[in-house]
């Protein structure tokens, strides 16, 4: 993930896997996360738990510009407040009541988290463009010994035999959550080719990962 000192960004997400509307669950270095998107396109991220019995809000449900609770209605704000409680319609919900959010930004169609306070934007990658995310069941160094290259300081791994195509990684609790990205100037035989060629890569990482336990 890249690092300015003061806190880095994790790419939790391809923008194009979050519509208008939903919620999804997502993890960063600092535990787990419900991301979502408003009906007016705006993505948030708010710690993963209602504060009111601890239901996972990533089983919840998007309605106007607030997250509810799948479990009680408590809705909240992109900015964490809770502002609507269904069983008490005319309270207005005490500041108190909040959950804890992290700082989102989108560019380049791909969705990043900020851990901690980093000064700097998420590093651009307008040259590349998104095709689709796996889980690999393994940590980074797996991945980058099968690549045959270390992961550069934006988090990605350019394949020295295709370097047209791009992994960009994101370290997990117990796996690593890859998203693969090739030059934008790629035909759609080469798109489909990155897309074969990351899914051996998976099985190698994978394999190698079995046979070091």
Not at 114 to 134: F, H, T, Y
Request: aromatic share 6%; net charge negative.
């Amino acid at each position: 993930m890249p690092f300015d000192g003061a806190g880095s960004w994790a790419p939790v997400a391809l923008s194009s896997d979050l519509p208008p509307g939903t919620v999804i669950p997502a993890w960063t270095p600092e535990g787990s996360i419900a991301l979502w998107r408003s009906q007016s396109g705006r993505a948030a991220a708010s710690s993963d738990r209602c504060p009111h019995r601890g239901m996972r809000l990533s089983h919840g449900f998007v309605r106007g510009e607030a997250l509810s609770c799948i479990y009680h209605g408590w809705s909240y704000s992109p900015s964490g407040g809770c502002i609507r409680i269904p069983a008490h319609p005319d309270l207005v919900p005490p500041e108190t009541i909040r959950v804890a959010v992290q700082r989102v930004e989108e560019s380049d169609g791909i969705l990043w988290v900020a851990v901690g306070q980093p000064a700097m934007q998420p590093p651009p990658l307008e040259e590349l463009i998104p095709l689709r995310s796996l889980t690999v069941e393994t940590d980074v160094a797996a991945i980058e010994d099968v690549a045959g290259a270390e992961i550069d300081a934006n988090g990605l791994i350019r394949l020295p035999e295709f370097p047209w195509i791009a992994l960009l990684l994101a370290p997990q609790e117990k796996h690593t959550l890859l998203h693969l990205m090739v030059d934008r100037d790629r035909s759609s035989a080469d798109r489909v080719a990155a897309s074969r060629t990351v899914e051996s890569i998976r099985r190698a990482a994978e394999e190698r990962q079995r046979e070091s336990a």
